[in-house]
């Protein structure tokens, strides 16, 4: 019988014996009164940050689309100027071509 525990790695044995009566007390430990109150504490906490964080993510969409809009605005007023602008252009461009049709016209009808 003796030849049966000679073979027994006594180290692992107390590892594992450890890891029991660790783990038991771990289990009883962890539901406690005691470790609730601390779960309670830790769960509020991060609710508490979950709020602040979420005030601070709302902020920053609502300054997103003020921003949004304002791009959009700048947009807007730069293609109506562009369009006035071209506008203008196709106008002086009808003006300068009539006053070279007339200036032609008065020229041929000097000429003769």
């Known amino acids: 019988?003796?030849?049966v525990f000679k073979n027994v790695d006594w180290k692992k044995v107390g590892t594992f014996a450890g890891g029991f009566v660790?783990?038991?007390a771990?289990?009883?430990v962890l539901a406690s009164d005691d470790a609730k109150k601390v779960y309670t504490q830790c769960?509020?906490?991060v609710l508490r940050a979950k709020e602040c964080v979420m005030k601070t993510v709302n902020l920053v969409?609502?300054?997103c689309e003020d921003i949004?809009?304002?791009a959009k605005d700048i947009n807007?007023?730069?293609a109506q100027?562009?369009?006035a602008q071209a506008f203008e252009d196709e106008d002086f461009r009808e003006v300068e071509e009539a006053a070279e049709e007339t200036a032609e016209e008065t020229a041929e009808e000097t000429a003769e």
């Open 1 to 3: 019988m003796k030849n």
């Open 76 to 78: 807007e007023e730069r």
């Open 68 to 70: 949004l809009e304002g």
């Open 26 to 28: 771990g289990v009883k």
């Open 61 to 63: 969409q609502e300054n």
């Open 81 to 83: 100027k562009a369009e």
């Open 43 to 45: 769960t509020a906490a």
């Open 22 to 24: 660790f783990g038991t």
